[in-house]
């Protein structure tokens, strides 16, 4: 066993922050990582600050804010060309990396630090569009094909990669995409090089739509009582951003039986993924690196899944922005096991996290912190406030938070949102209104110009916040226009 300890990241994409059983959901099932969070630390006020999945994976793989890496909103084809990266680091002091799943770069192969990626993005509109011959995008869809001996593709139950609709998967388990990352990851346990300490990442696709998991999990909450989803006083303002009709809406009042059917598909996707995370975790012991290996849970962004009537993700919301993230780690690492910590963490942190574990050297360019400090039971200054940002609706949506409050202010319709998320955690009463938190809200949005003093877009002159500015998904130092 090598001296130096393996480094395990689990990604899943679009797990909202409150689906774990340990974090007191009434409905889904997460026995395995609760099990994980035993062992070592859960963070229960995780965020992605541009809660898509190309912004947020640039925060996760470049250990920096938005407005430095420059991915201010979802923009496909826009290419990677950070120098620094999590990969890179780990690989530049002799680590063996490898990458299974979901990447979610551009081009699609760029590697992005690992000596070797496994790639299934899943059904990606635009590298489809450019790629013809999936082969040269995807390595799942191949192996399917080998594996039923035709010309199969994932999506032959035609449920599409952003819909609402929900259906049990239509294959052998084993063949779904959640099983296959599994596997590969697993693969790559037995054909590494054991003189050599790894760093393995495995991203998994759901549970991002297609809502196709297996029967059994699907079956499993199809009938289960839930609770109502949280409507706040406020969600009209989004009413006329998307037809009601539609199979992938953004916001929409749904009937209550297809609403169940798409928590249904959702939540087992979850327990699944919980399922095979725990195959994983097996293999690692199996294999004889259990004992010296770090593993980190965590999402790209969270899933609105019928809260104020609103559905996907890159809103400031707690279903959209929230994510889970669990730090686990061998004895000697000196985990408070079992514990819970309320600081805010952000996908920027889990790259210098992630390198403190293993006792490496954060580049100057990391602008996250590192939490194995809070994971030993630590206690120093830290952040006071969070700044997210997303592109949405033609308009920039700007938000902090202090894990308290939360101000949200929309840079073309100027509105201003201020939740108390102590009292009302569900974010259901807007009190930007209200005479009495004036002062708040203007402590808040004071925060939010000097986060934004300087910004090219214009969003303030530092006395005011501006409206109706240009906005776009990516800052100028990065468009491919440049």
């Known amino acids: 066993m090598p001296a130096r300890p393996n480094i395990v990241l689990i990604m899943a994409d679009q797990w909202r922050g409150d689906c774990l059983s340990a974090d007191g959901h009434p409905v889904v099932q997460t026995p395995y990582l609760d099990q994980l969070a035993g062992q070592g630390v859960r963070f229960t006020r995780a965020y992605s600050a541009t809660p898509t999945c190309i912004p947020a994976r640039a925060a996760l793989h470049t250990g920096q804010a938005p407005r430095t890496h420059g991915r201010v909103g979802y923009q496909d084809g826009v290419a990677w060309n950070y120098p620094v990266t999590l990969a890179g680091e780990f690989t530049r002091h002799g680590y063996q990396t490898e990458a299974v799943g979901k990447m979610h770069v551009?081009?699609?192969?760029?590697?992005?630090?690992?000596?070797?990626?496994?790639?299934?993005?899943?059904?990606l509109h635009f590298a489809r569009s450019q790629h013809p011959c999936l082969e040269e995008i995807d390595d799942y869809v191949p192996w399917l094909r080998e594996q039923l001996g035709?010309?199969?593709?994932?999506?032959?139950?035609?449920v599409n990669c952003n819909s609402m609709v929900a259906r049990p998967w239509d294959k052998e388990e084993y063949l779904h995409p959640t099983n296959w990352v599994t596997s590969e990851a697993i693969h790559f346990?037995?054909?590494?090089?054991?003189?050599?300490?790894?760093?393995?990442?495995?991203s998994y696709h759901r549970p991002h739509p297609p809502f196709d998991p297996p029967a059994w999990a699907y079956e499993m909450y199809l009938n289960q009582p839930m609770p109502d989803p949280p409507v706040g006083d406020w969600h009209r303002i989004f009413a006329d951003s998307s037809a009601p009709h539609r199979a992938d809406p953004f916001y929409a009042q749904m009937d209550s039986r297809r609403l169940q059917m798409a928590r249904a598909g959702y939540y087992g996707h979850i327990t699944h993924i919980d399922h095979q995370i725990n195959r994983l975790l097996e293999a690692l012991q199996e294999h004889g690196v259990g004992s010296n290996t770090y593993v980190c849970f965590t999402a790209d962004h969270g899933e609105m899944l019928g809260d104020h009537h609103l559905f996907?993700?890159?809103?400031?919301?707690?279903?959209?922005?929230?994510?889970?993230?669990?730090?686990?780690?061998?004895?000697y690492a000196g985990f408070e096991g079992n514990s819970v910590r309320g600081e805010i963490a952000e996908l920027r942190d889990i790259m210098p996290t992630l390198l403190d574990c293993a006792g490496l050297a954060?580049?100057?360019?990391?602008?996250?912190?590192?939490?194995?400090?809070?994971a030993r039971g630590e206690t120093s200054p830290w952040r006071r406030y969070l700044h997210g940002e997303h592109t949405l609706i033609g308009q920039s949506v700007q938000?902090?938070?202090?894990?308290?409050?939360?101000?949200?202010?929309?840079s073309g319709s100027g509105q201003e949102q201020?939740?108390?998320?102590?009292?009302?955690?569900?974010?259901?009463?807007?009190l930007a209104t209200r005479a009495d938190m004036q002062t708040t809200l203007e402590h808040w949005r004071g925060v939010?110009?000097?986060?934004?003093?300087?910004?090219?877009?214009?969003?303030?002159?530092?006395e005011r916040l501006i409206t109706g500015r240009p906005v776009s998904a990516c800052l100028s130092h990065i468009r491919p226009e440049r």
């Open 418 to 430: 201020l939740f108390d998320l102590a009292s009302d955690p569900q974010e259901t009463t807007n």
């Open 448 to 462: 939010l110009m000097a986060e934004l003093a300087g910004r090219e877009e214009g969003f303030t002159d530092g």
């Open 106 to 123: 551009y081009p699609e192969r760029s590697l992005m630090g690992f000596q070797h990626v496994t790639l299934h993005d899943g059904f």
């Open 312 to 331: 996907r993700k890159a809103y400031p919301y707690e279903g959209s922005a929230r994510v889970p993230l669990i730090l686990a780690g061998p004895q």
């Open 150 to 158: 035709r010309d199969a593709d994932y999506f032959e139950h035609g």
């Open 189 to 202: 346990l037995r054909r590494r090089d054991r003189r050599a300490p790894f760093f393995l990442f495995v």
């Open 362 to 374: 954060v580049p100057g360019t990391v602008e996250g912190k590192s939490l194995v400090p809070w």
């Open 399 to 410: 938000w902090i938070t202090d894990a308290r409050i939360k101000y949200v202010w929309f």
